[in-house]
C-alpha cells in the first residue's frame, strides 16, 4: 500500500468530517434557537398580557433580542470549551463546568438584555417585582436552556467520540487483517513452488514414485503453511517435520549440493515456537547459502532445551 496516498486518504476523510460538523452545528443551532423564538414568540401572540406597558411589536423585538443574545453567547462560548478541552473530560469533571458556564453566560445574558431594556430604552421596571428580584429570577431560568444547550453539546461530542473509536477500532482490525494476509501470503515463497512444480514434472517420468512422494511433502508444507497462520506458536516437532518436507523438495532440485544435518536433543521436540519460524530460516538458509555456491552446502538444525 501507498503510505502517502493513505495519509493523504485519512487527512480527506478527517477534512470531509470537519465540514459536515461544522455544517450539522450551523443546523443545529439556528434550528434550535429559531424554535425556541418562534414557541416564544407564538406564547406572545397567543396568550398577550392584558395589563403590558409594551405594544406586541415591541415585546416580539425584544424576544428576537433575548434569542439573538443567547444564539451569540452559545456560539462564542464553543470555541473556548474547545480550547480548554472540555470535549476530552469525564462527566464527574464536566458537570461542575456546565453548571458554572451556564450561570456565567446567564449573567452576561441578564445584563446585555436589561442593560439594554432599561439602561438604553429606558424601559421601567415591572412595579409587582423588585428589580433585584427579577434579575436574581432571570438569572436562574435564563441558566436552564443554556445548561440544557451544554448538555446537547457535550451529548452530540460523546456520540461522536464514541462513533470514532469505533471507526479506529474497525480500522485497526482491517490493519491487522491486511497484516495477517501479508504474513500468509509470504509463509510460502512462490519462486520455491515454482521450482518444485518443475522438479516434479521431471520426476513424473524418471522416478514415478518419487514424484509422488514430492506431491505428498509439498502437499503437506502447503496445508501446514495455511493451518499455522491462525495459531500463535505450534510443537517444534511439526514444525521440523514440515521443514523436513520442504528439505526433501530443494533436493530433488539441488540433489548433492544440499545436505542437511540434524541433531535434535528429544527434549526439544514438544517446546512451543512461533510457526513457520524454522522453516523461514531454512528458506533463507537454501536461498542465500546453498543456491548461490557451485559446491552446494550444508544446513545443520541442532536443537537443546
Known sequence: MDVSADISLQ????????????????????????SILAFAVWMTIAFPEHDAKRSLTVQIAYLVMWAGIGFLLSHFVRPLMAAWNWNQL????????????SFAASAVWCAVLYG???????EP??????????????????????????????????????????????QLMSSVKEAELRALKSQV??????NSLNSLRALIDEDPARARKAVTQLANLLRYSLQSGQLETVPFEDELGV?????????????????????????????????????TLVENAVKYGISPSAEGGEIAIVARN
Not at 249 to 275: F, N, S, T, W
Open 189 to 194: 515463497n512462490p519462486h520455491f513452488i515454482f
Open 11 to 34: 487527512a480527506g476523510d478527517v477534512a470531509q468530517r470537519e465540514r459536515a460538523k461544522e455544517r450539522l452545528y450551523v443546523l443545529f443551532q439556528t434550528s434550535g434557537w429559531g
Open 116 to 122: 439594554w431594556i432599561q439602561g438604553v430604552m429606558r
Open 243 to 279: 521443514v523436513n518436507d520442504y528439505l526433501a523438495l530443494e533436493q530433488v532440485r539441488h540433489e548433492e549440493r544440499l545436505r542437511l544435518r540434524l541433531d535434535i536433543a528429544p527434549d526439544a521436540l514438544g517446546l512451543k515456537i512461533p510457526p513457520m519460524l524454522l522453516q
Open 125 to 170: 421596571w415591572p412595579e409587582t417585582h423588585a428589580p433585584l428580584m427579577l434579575l436574581l429570577v432571570c438569572w436562574f431560568n435564563y441558566a436552564v436552556p443554556f445548561a440544557a444547550w451544554l448538555c446537547l453539546y457535550f451529548f452530540y461530542h460523546l456520540f461522536d467520540r464514541l462513533n470514532r473509536s469505533e471507526i479506529e477500532r474497525f
Open 90 to 101: 469525564g462527566w464527574r469533571r464536566l458537570v461542575p463546568r456546565i453548571i458554572g458556564a
